[in-house]
């Protein structure tokens, strides 16, 4: 399964992420990505694309994105 992590050091709480793929990503109370720091996160394969469009528009390249085991 596909699957992503958020790098809680350089995510910066721009919200672009969540604002292209709500599904996927989101904030926590601060506007952070909930996920930044907790390590890896499965992506629904249905997800892929909108979790790649995030990635790619992520302007501190804090997601990264892996798919296969
Ligand atoms: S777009 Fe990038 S920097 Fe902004 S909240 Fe999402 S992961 Fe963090």
Not at 14 to 26: M, Q
Not at 29 to 49: C, F, H, N, Q, T
Request: proline letters at 6%; a negative charge.
């Amino acid at each position: 399964m596909a699957k992503y992590m958020v790098d809680e050091a350089l995510c910066q709480a721009h919200g672009r992420c969540y604002a292209i793929a709500r599904s996927v990503f989101g904030p926590d109370s601060d506007g952070y990505e909930k996920d930044a720091g907790k390590g890896w996160v499965d992506i629904p394969p249905e997800r892929l694309a909108e979790a790649r469009e995030a990635e790619n528009a992520c302007p501190e390249t804090a997601i990264r994105v892996i798919e296969g085991d």
